[in-house]
């Protein structure tokens, strides 16, 4: 079935790719010398630049980053929210994933998700869907054991922009015009005048924010467990009968763990492992490396179509198996051997697409509204970082005279059956469907590349990383060029850039096609080193898709 209508399936779509622009033309690649930074939005790229530029390294950046994002992009991630960051160390050599995710407060009833709790839908959104937010936590934690300048040198840049404020255009006004009804109203004395929210060349000034800003510069992690900030929070909770208390911002920190990894045809392509559940982007990975990608084509109905079936069976590990590595560990010893991979690809009808059929219960498609950004610095030092609140501006709520908006990430548990592994168990960790990745050649980070797009993460971060392992595209041509993402049950996201030869040619196989404008909003990086192994050229990709730059540092 071949549809160009914006369908149910299409419109949900949009939804989970925070409604990305139209692809333009695939953008001129950004260069540095000593440095590269890429983000969805040009003030929050210059942030990170700056930092650099003061003798701050990749960690200390992507704090500058990250905080500046809260404050440009505040629908999409900041301080109550969460995430996934893949770390590279130079001077140790070692990568290593830390979890901004948390953990669910220990006082959640996740029978109040279900029926017949009464307004069990409305708890899934609200209030009751606030998870502890870990983001500070994780960067006190990155700064205390790689950072080189003052923490509260790191948060200037986002106080200033919040203080000035700047000048906001069509997208973001239309956000805040779909979150407006739901905002409480001193909430709306920032995002609008008059009882209507901002127009597209107005400035968005962002009091409250700055000053939460400048309490975390000041105090650290602490105003965040202890000081004012926790207090209002866990007030606000209280207010709106929500789970999160201040026990649970007290208890948060920020994680090291081992991240994961395979062989892809030479090549180590490390993620976050669990409680990420980054695994399906390995396993698809892992199951078209028996597949002469090359000889299939790029793109082309053929490769296309084994894609459509990898990924199909790869989401149906992640509903079957993710879960907290604490309590339910997946058996990715398992899930990442080259025997499994070949078991499942000899399964796949070369010729049909074949229906899916979940293990159990559907599950949530992770969060909807999501930013992903990249940075490297001279010395070698790499970071690849996605950060969300969940949906658009998160729960909506947000405690009065802090500026933050709280997210609502509990809204992606799985809740049937009751007391699966993916449920809302009270004090597990929480799970994110973020994929932050490394490319590594010869040892060294090559590329380091990631998107947001809710459920269509795990699918777009491999079809870029074939892109340019399989068929020799730079980090830009990897990042612009067509992609394509299975929506359950029997769904094909396509966009518009696949030739239309090769969409009849899937409908012909069975594949139920969505004509979609665009897929994620990835950022990426690529660095080349000298014969010492030093770092001497930086490559930076910003996604068409988005309005994101990519700028490199001389």
Same mark, same amino acid.
């Not at 340019?468 to 595209?473: E, Y």
């Not at 899937?506 to 897929?519: S, Y």
């Given at each position: 079935?071949?549809?160009?209508?914006?369908?149910?399936? &299409? %419109?949900?779509?949009?939804t989970c790719l925070h409604l990305t622009a139209v692809p333009g033309p695939a953008q001129v690649p950004a260069h540095g010398n000593r440095g590269m930074v890429s983000s969805a939005h040009p003030i929050a790229t210059e942030a990170g630049l700056e930092i650099l530029k003061a003798g701050g390294n990749a960690f200390d950046a992507s704090i500058a980053i990250a905080t500046t994002l809260n404050v440009v992009q505040p629908m999409m991630s900041g301080i109550g929210g969460y995430g996934t960051i893949i770390t590279y160390h130079a001077a140790t050599k070692? &990568?290593?994933?830390?979890?901004?995710? #948390?953990? !669910?407060?220990?006082?959640?009833?996740?029978? %109040?998700?279900? #029926?017949?709790?009464?307004?069990?839908?409305?708890?899934?959104?609200? #209030?009751? &869907?606030?998870?502890?937010? $870990?983001? @500070?936590p994780a960067w006190e934690e990155m700064s205390r054991r790689y950072g080189s300048l003052d923490w509260a040198d790191l948060f200037a840049p986002a106080i200033t922009v919040a203080d000035d404020g700047f000048v906001i255009g069509e997208r973001t006004s239309m956000l805040i015009s779909i979150g407006w009804e739901n905002f409480p109203e001193h909430a709306k004395v920032f995002y609008g005048h008059d009882d209507a929210p901002l127009n597209p060349g107005e400035r968005l000034v962002q009091t409250d924010l700055a000053n939460s800003l400048r309490m975390i510069a000041k105090g650290g992690g602490r105003a965040m467990r202890d000081g004012s900030l926790a207090m209002a929070i866990d007030q606000a909770m209280r207010n709106a009968d929500g789970f999160l208390r201040l026990d649970d911002l007290k208890r948060a920190k920020g994680e090291w763990w081992d991240p994961i990894s395979i062989d892809y045809r030479g090549f180590e392509v490390i993620t976050a492992s669990p409680p990420a559940t980054a695994f399906p982007s390995l396993i698809r990975l892992g199951m078209m490396s028996q597949f002469d990608s090359r000889k299939l084509g790029h793109n082309s109905a053929a490769y296309l179509h084994r894609f459509a079936e990898v990924t199909k069976h790869a989401f149906w590990c992640r509903l079957r198996y993710a879960g907290d590595p604490d309590f339910t560990p997946p058996p990715l010893e398992k899930l990442l051997s080259k025997d499994y991979w070949a078991k499942q690809v000899a399964k796949i009808d070369l010729d049909r697409a074949t229906t899916f059929v979940p293990p159990g219960e559907n599950v949530s498609r992770g969060d909807m509204h999501t930013t992903h950004f990249v940075v490297a610095d001279e010395m070698g030092n790499v970071v690849s970082a996605t950060q969300t609140l969940g949906n658009l501006f998160g729960s909506r709520i947000m405690p009065e005279g802090t500026g933050i908006w709280l997210n609502n990430s509990l809204r992606y548990c799985t809740f049937e059956p009751a007391g699966n592994p993916m449920d809302a168990h009270a004090g597990h960790h929480k799970l994110s469907g973020d994929c932050p990745t490394l490319i590594m050649k010869d040892g060294r980070p090559w590329v380091a590349i990631g998107t947001p797009g809710g459920h269509t993460i795990g699918q777009t971060v491999p079809q870029?990383?074939?892109?340019?392992?399989?068929?020799?595209?730079? @980090?830009?041509? &990897? !990042?612009? #060029? /067509?992609?394509?993402?299975?929506?359950? /049950?029997?769904?094909l996201a396509v966009e518009e850039g696949v030739n239309e030869s090769v969409r009849s040619a899937?409908?012909?196989? $069975?594949?139920?096609?969505?004509?979609?404008? $665009?897929?994620g909003n990835a950022h990426g990086l690529a660095i080349e080193y000298d014969d010492k192994g030093n770092p001497v050229r930086f490559t930076g990709a910003a996604d068409p898709r988005g309005k994101g730059v990519a700028k490199g540092f001389d």
């Open positions: 079935m071949l549809n160009s209508r914006p369908g149910l399936l &299409a %419109a949900s779509l949009m070692s &990568a290593q994933f830390l979890n901004c995710s #948390a953990h !669910i407060p220990f006082g959640v009833d996740s029978d %109040a998700y279900r #029926a017949p709790t009464p307004n069990y839908l409305e708890n899934q959104r609200g #209030a009751k &869907a606030v998870s502890t937010p $870990g983001n @500070v870029m990383v074939m892109n340019i392992i399989d068929f020799g595209m730079n @980090v830009q041509e &990897a !990042i612009s #060029a /067509p992609r394509v993402s299975f929506f359950e /049950p029997n769904g899937l409908a012909a196989m $069975g594949h139920q096609l969505e004509i979609v404008r $665009g897929l």
